[in-house]
């Protein structure tokens, strides 16, 4: 990953985008970092069309062209805060690169922070949610098209074991 990243601080005008198959902590580290920037948080989910929800729900994974629209829609959000230049955090799969590829044309100095760890882990997190339409059937899925955050892509890679705090930490560099 590239490393030329400035830490985020209050009020700052970084956009990130927290990243990882379903259950990795995005909603939870996203929100945190928001927080501790002091900039909106945007949960990527709440953009996907009723179709898309309900595929999901019945335990059948998204293509690319049923991700499509929702990946334009969250690039756009993306575009006005650069536009705006204001900061903000969004949380989004991201799976593959050039859905990461359509959101970095939105704001070119988008960063990206990739939640990663071990699949039982995830599995154990996504079994205890009981309030999301993502069923534990699909993290196969999300991990079988998953590729990983590369190293000429701006960001950087964070082990899920560690604590939520831990990882703001680590993203903010204080």
Known sequence: ??????????????RWVIMGVSGCGKSTIGNALAHTCGVPFLEGDAFHPEANVAKMSAGVPLDDADRAGWLQALAAEIRRARQQG????????ALKRRYRDLLREADPALQFVHL??????IAARMQQRADHYMPPSLLESQLGILEPLQDDEAGMVLDITLAPSTLVERITGT
């Open 1 to 14: 990953m590239a490393s030329d990243s400035l830490p985020p601080r209050k009020g700052s005008t970084t």
């Open 86 to 93: 204001k900061g903000l955090v969004l949380s989004c799969s």
């Open 116 to 121: 990663s760890g071990p699949r039982e882990l």
